[in-house]
């Protein structure tokens, strides 16, 4: 029989229900600040990977070093001997032979240090991604559903190194004196989609996942999918100019906005295959990049434009900072154009770019996730 309670029972007295557990704060939250520390490591040094990498190509360097070796590589020469078995090697591919015959060791010296810290950056870069991940993993600290998307830096950086080879590889053989300038834009986009990650995680660790799943609740749907649109596009114009690069189209034509006094120049498909002009031709391949240029800087003003009608503060403020970057790199590409593209101002397009990159990324997570603020201006 139940025992009859007192209605004057405190209340404290009695047991208390267990807590409920489950929900969006369910899971393990893992190391999220240390972990976006660790990202923002190797997002800088895939930032100076990229710059020098374009160093590399523009001191003629890439070709330097003709065997592709992960592990022993990592050593450069250490005698006299060391350093002629290796610049005999390079003595024995395509752009000695008809570029720089005649080179001193010296000369040479020169080149290969360029390529060898190249190679020595991303090998750094696959051991701070190996070592990060392995403690995070082994100590339990990396988040629920994030072991996945860190592997993922991890593999798309193990086939950058391959596709780093391939494209070296193309340039040491038949008559070239370069690397093959599809595989150059192949393995700058890589490095493009490898840094947007990056970014992107940077992003979404800067918050809970309670907090971005509050922030969704007001997202911006036409915002995100113009933004998305933009970094598609962004995208195409990076893969473009890394074909330009490629073929050194940007020494070729240097008035604007004409084409040597031209609109489209008449020799923009002069070679055969056809299809040859669109990778290989530096007045097409010049003119595809200037053309998708103005067409993304037009789209990116309509967004901008869309981006500047947003409720939340943080948010327009990136759209403002986005366009004004935009800007910036269209007056740096007609700089680099009128001047012959001095490896300076290239380089600067190129760091540019990267900037540009990043805060479309920017305008297109606070679209998927706005950070609210107050009356006063604090963040909520």
Known sequence: MAKTRSIFEEVATTERAAPVTGGISSGRGGARGAIRIWLMVLFTLVVAMIAVGGLTRLTGSGLSITEWRPVTGAI??????????????????????????????????????????????????GLIWAVGFLFFWATSRIPTGWTGRLLLIGGLGALQGAIGWWMVASGLTGDMVRVASYRLATHLGLAFVILGFIAWYVFLLSRSETQLLQARRGREAKLFSMSTGLMHFAFLQIILGALVAGIDAGRSYTDWPLMHGVFFPPESFDLRPLWTNFFENPALVQFMHRMAGYLLFAFGIVVWLRGRRSVHAETRAGFNTMIGIMVLQVVLGILTVLGGAPWQLAILHQFTAVLLWVMILRVRYLSQYPITTTIRGAKA
Request: hydrophobic letters at 40%.
């Open 76 to 125: 450069p020469p250490m005698s006299h001997s060391a350093w002629m078995e290796e610049f005999e090697k390079y003595r024995q591919i395509p752009q000695y032979e008809l570029i720089n015959q005649g080179m001193t060791l010296s000369e040479f010296q020169f080149i290969y240090w360029w390529e060898w810290g190249h190679r020595q950056l991303g090998r750094a870069m």
